[in-house]
């Protein structure tokens, strides 16, 4: 099992410019969450998927972010246009019967 | 309103001694509740949980958790650390799909 798979582990992007961060949940696992750790916040639920379904969007911090999630195995959170606040690690989690399993993170500088 | 806290921001031990870190939680009802450990540039990894039953969980690389009702804490253990158990470490607590993560407390080992 390869775990939970993001991509790409950095990016750095100008302020402004659109960002997407990928993320492959583990096979099996019917809920996907999109996470965002910054030193001064913690970690920030941004958005919970199940079954492919956007449940809960509340943390989106604001309409420049969106997600989607067009199918069991792909999921994208989007950025546009991007804003040197938003830099942070970004992870992606999934879960099955409540244990949840993190990725490696995208580290996103905005500059 | 539900909510994690972890007291302790930075713990500092020598290898071989035992290690207390605490967690505690404020839920209406018996939360789900999980401890993370987190290594510099990498996900948060399941070091154990507990839902129910015997209220002393074991976990990975070592470490057990005890759930105290009476105290709303849900505190993490080892007998003998050792210089690779120095990272990061997350309490979490959920009572649905959404789960609350503490702050962290970061340990440091020395030799």
């Known amino acids: 099992d390869a775990g939970v798979i993001q991509s790409p582990r950095h990016e750095v992007t100008e302020m402004g410019q659109e960002v997407t961060l990928r993320c492959k949940p583990i096979s099996g696992h019917n809920s996907l969450f999109w996470y965002r750790q910054t030193m001064m916040r913690g970690l920030e639920l941004l958005i919970y998927?199940?079954?492919?379904?956007?449940?809960?969007d509340s943390g989106m911090p604001e309409d420049r972010f969106s997600a989607k999630m067009p199918n069991a195995s792909f999921s994208t959170l989007k950025i546009q246009p991007s804003e040197p606040r938003d830099s942070a690690v970004y992870f992606c989690?999934?879960?099955?019967?409540?244990?949840?399993?993190f990725g490696s993170g995208t580290r996103l500088t905005v500059v | 309103a539900q909510s994690v806290t972890q007291p302790d921001i930075h713990i500092t031990v020598s290898e071989g001694a035992s290690l207390e870190l605490r967690c505690n939680y404020s839920y209406g009802a018996t939360p789900y509740l999980f401890w993370y450990v987190q290594s510099p540039g990498q996900g948060l990894q399941l070091l154990l949980k507990?839902?129910?039953?015997?209220?002393l969980v074991q976990g990975i690389k070592g470490f057990e958790a005890e759930f105290k009702r009476s105290q709303s804490s849900f505190n993490l253990r080892k007998p003998s650390v050792h210089w690779s158990d120095a990272a990061e470490y997350f309490c979490s607590g959920g009572s649905n799909y959404k789960l609350t993560f503490g702050k962290g407390t970061l340990l440091t080992v020395n030799p």
């Open positions: 507990y839902f129910s039953g015997d209220t």
């Open positions: 989690a999934s879960s099955y019967n409540y244990v949840y399993t």
């Open positions: 998927f199940n079954n492919n379904v956007p449940i809960d």
